[in-house]
């Protein structure tokens, strides 16, 4: 007997093929061998995964760098000034002269 076109075209999960088995309907793997599909490929050892890596790399990086630097540069730039300030000042104060300009504010 002889199966019908609707059970070739994965319609169904009958028996059919090779072994009387028919291995999937749509949407699973091993299904009925498509026809008219041309697909081409490469070797992975006759293929370069690397070219371009590090020309891109660096162009890629200064993207995101030149996105971002002005999100992150400005705080860093006056975190490092206020606290630059900050340890003049203590130095100052604790100095010969820092005592003696403010020793009797501190009464």
């Known amino acids: 007997m002889r199966p019908t076109q609707i059970m070739r075209g994965g319609g169904g999960d009958g028996p059919i093929g090779k072994y009387n088995k028919f291995i999937g309907g749509w949407g699973n793997f091993g299904g009925l061998p498509q026809r008219g599909i041309v697909s081409y ?3 992975m050892n006759r293929s370069n995964p690397f070219a371009g890596a590090a020309h891109d790399a660096v162009f890629n990086t200064w993207r995101r760098f ?3 630097v002005f999100y992150w540069a400005p705080p860093l730039l006056a975190s490092y000034y206020i606290m630059q300030w900050a340890t003049e000042r203590n130095e100052y104060l604790n100095s010969k002269a820092g005592r003696a300009e403010f020793a009797d504010s501190e009464e």
Do not use: F, T
Request: hydrophobic share 15%; glycine share 16%.
């Open 41 to 43: 490929g490469i070797s």
């Open 66 to 68: 030149s996105k971002q």
